[in-house]
C-alpha cells in the first residue's frame, strides 16, 4: 500500500508527463504546514524563471511574522507575487503544476490570485 506522500508523488509525476508535451512554462505549487511555495519554470525544465513564497524576509513582515504562511490569504498574496514576477520576466501563459495537491484551499487560492493579476493558463 503507498503512503500519502508516495500517491501525490505520482500523480505529480502524472502531471509533469503532460505538461512536458504542451512546451509551455510551468507554474509550480508546494505547500506545507507553514509556507506555500510558488515558482515558474522554464518550457524544457532547466531554469526558474521566478519564485515566490511566504518564507521570504518581506512577505513574513507584511504577513505578520511567523506562522501566519499557511493559510489562503498568504497563498494569494504568493499568487499576485508570482505573476508579477512572471511577468517581469517575460511569462504570460503557463502550465499549473499543482503537485499532486488537490486543487482545493491554498492551492486554489493561489491559482486565483495568479489568474486575477494577469496569468493565463
Known amino acids: 500500500m503507498m503512503t500519502k506522500k508516495e500517491q501525490r508523488l505520482r500523480r505529480a509525476r502524472q502531471t509533469r508527463i503532460r505538461i512536458a508535451q504542451q512546451g509551455v512554462a510551468r507554474l509550480t505549487v508546494n505547500r506545507t504546514n507553514l509556507h506555500i511555495y510558488a515558482s515558474v519554470i522554464s518550457e524544457d525544465g532547466a531554469k526558474v524563471l521566478a519564485s515566490a513564497s511566504t518564507a521570504e524576509a518581506d512577505v513574513r513582515k507584511s504577513l505578520g511574522g511567523a506562522g501566519k504562511g499557511g493559510n ?24 499549473f503544476d499543482r503537485s499532486g495537491f488537490a486543487y482545493h484551499g491554498r492551492v486554489k487560492a493561489l491559482a486565483d490570485a495568479a489568474r486575477e493579476a494577469g496569468l493565463q493558463f
Open 72 to 95: 489562503a490569504a498568504a497563498a494569494q498574496l504568493i499568487g499576485k507575487r508570482i505573476a508579477e514576477k512572471a511577468k517581469k520576466a517575460g511569462v504570460e501563459k503557463v502550465a
